[in-house]
Structures are given as C-alpha cells and as structure tokens.
C-alpha cells in the first residue's frame, strides 16, 4: 500500500507491519481494501476449496486471503515478515497448518518449507515489496508442485508516490518472468485496490494474476495415494531454527517435541 497508509513511510515493510497489527483490518476496512475480494474470486475458479490442498499463503497477514482455505479444512501455511500479524492471524483463524516468520526474500527453505510441497500458493499485497522478482518467483516455483496454481497482486506504474521499499511493475515484464520459470498466465487483470487515506478520488490500482505449472501433476501410484499431505514443512528444520531472526514458527499441529523421532519421520 502507499506511504501515506502506512506508518513511518521511511521504516522497513516489517516495522511498518509491525506497527499496524492491531489496527490492520479495521484500517484497512476504512480505506475499501478489496484485493483479497478480488484475489480469491479470480483464484477459486482454479482452485476450489477442500480438505486435501495443500496451500501456502505468502505476507499472509491477519489471514484475510486464506479463510475459504481455511474454512474447506485445507492444510494452509501462512509466512509473514511481522510476528504481530501472525499473532492477529493466529488469533482469529485457528485452522493454520502452521504460521511462519519470514521474509520471502529469503530462500523458503531456510524457513522449513519443502520442494514442491504446496498444491497452491497465494500471496496478496506483498510481492510488490520483492527486492529481486525473479528470485522471488524462482523461489515459488521451487516451492509449487507441477500442476499446482500461483495467485497473487501486485502494483503497476501509475502517477502516485509509494513508499521507498515499493516495486511497480510492468504487467508484459511480469507475464514474461512467469514464462520463463514454467508458468502459464490464466487470468491477469487491473482492479481497484483501495482508495488512499479513505479519498474516493484517490483510487489506488493493483495487478492480479493467476498462473498454472505448464508441466502436469503426475498421478501417485495407488501405494502413495494415501500419503500424509500435511507434510508439506520440514518439521525438524523449523524446530532448529525456531530461535533465529525471521524464522519462529506458530504451528497449530502437535509436532513431537523428540527433534530425533521427529527427524526420522521427516
């Protein structure tokens, strides 16, 4: 969102978040936020919501992208850079799989997550704060698996201030980084995100895009059918570094506290 919405334009997206936890979903009800609204309605005619998906919601929030996940009893994992939305997120939605502090920036590995281990990853209102795209994209299609759907906004150029750490992007530039990591763009449209300050003449305009794996999901043999899909983080890695900068995990599944048992079952 742009500098004028969010506290001390000049701090780092984490402060900036951190600051506004408490107050997020109330302000951003004020200021007409509807990019999870649109978000969801493009992504849900791709991927429906239901117990067995598997789903990874990027900058997740207070949660707002992931409640119809979340609702189907899917397996849902949320990473966040602020430890005080994961708390909000925690608060209000208690179904998370597990809830991550994290910057995206950083490789998802070093965060637990694990190669091809999602069925569908979401990310509203954050990838605009990605210092390199490419990485980031690199990152999510190591992390999606082959057939799975990628959703997310950004922020195109238009003739308005954001803050410093804020990337607009060419939608052609964007269409074409998906290209090249095996995307295939199913939807890509503008919307109206918000209104700045609460000024209905001051639209802000987001990006949203939906993309498929263009390689295909190949079927499990009938003796993996059963396979635990829940385990899509590395749980003796998340417990290792749960002490490091950026990487505490919120988990809501009962993971043994034995790091040994827990390695040999990963």
């Not at 500098?3 to 936890?21: K, M, V």
């Not at 910057?103 to 979401?122: H, R, Y």
């Not at 090249?180 to 802000?204: C, I, K, M, R, W």
């Not at 490091?244 to 995990?249: I, V």
Request: with cysteine; charged share 20%.
């Amino acid at each position: 969102m742009s500098q004028t919405i969010l506290p001390g334009a000049t701090t780092t997206p984490r402060e900036r978040y951190e600051a506004w936890a408490k107050s997020y979903d109330d302000r951003t009800s004020r200021f007409n936020w509807s990019a999870p609204d649109y978000l969801l309605k493009a992504v849900l005619g791709h991927a429906l919501p239901k117990g067995n998906l598997r789903v990874l919601d990027i900058g997740v929030g207070t949660g707002q992208a992931s409640v119809p996940y979340l609702e189907a009893g899917a397996c849902v994992t949320g990473i966040d850079i602020s430890e005080k939305m994961l708390e909000a997120a925690k608060a209000k939605n208690h179904q998370f799989h597990a809830l991550i502090e994290h910057d995206f920036n950083i490789p998802l590995n070093q965060a637990g997550l694990l190669k091809e281990s999602f069925d569908l990853v979401i990310s509203c209102g954050a990838l605009h704060f990605a210092t390199d795209l490419p990485q980031t994209l690199s990152q999510l299609r190591w992390v999606i698996a082959n057939g799975g759907i990628l959703a997310f906004t950004y922020i195109p150029p238009q003739k308005r201030n954001f803050s410093q750490a804020t990337l607009p992007l060419n939608p052609s530039d964007v269409e074409w980084m998906l290209e090249q990591f095996e995307f295939q763009v199913l939807e890509h449209q503008s919307f109206l995100a918000y209104y700045d300050n609460g000024d209905s003449n001051d639209p802000v305009y987001y990006q949203l895009i939906v993309a498929g794996c263009t390689r295909e999901k190949k079927n499990l043999p009938e003796s993996l059918a059963n396979i635990d899909r829940t385990a899509c983080v590395d749980r003796s890695k998340l417990i290792s570094v749960v002490s490091q900068p950026l990487m505490k995990g919120i988990s809501q599944t009962q993971w043994i506290d034995d790091l040994e048992e827990v390695e040999k079952q990963n």
